[in-house]
């Protein structure tokens, strides 16, 4: 079994790109067995939304500037 840290790295990996077949049903297994990582990944991704909707307000803000 893999390392939460292993787990955790994978699971940043792929907010930012598509992970592999493998590396996917690595993490969802270890998901199911974690609350740990299960936390992680939530809040990666709570962080992650709130970025790209923080950005996306900051772009239509220039926008309507111009
Ligand atoms: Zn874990």
Same mark, same amino acid.
């Given at each position: =079994?893999? *390392?939460c840290r292993n787990i955790?790295?994978?699971i940043s990996q792929g907010l930012d790109k598509k992970l592999?077949?493998?590396e996917r049903l690595t993490v969802r297994v270890h998901l199911m =067995?974690? *609350?740990r990582c299960r936390n992680f990944k939530t809040q990666s991704q709570f962080?992650?939304?709130t970025?790209?909707?923080y950005t996306q307000h900051i772009q239509d803000l220039a926008k309507r500037k111009s």
């Open positions: =079994m893999r *390392s955790t790295s994978l592999g077949l493998g =067995m974690c *609350s962080i992650r939304k970025a790209q909707t």
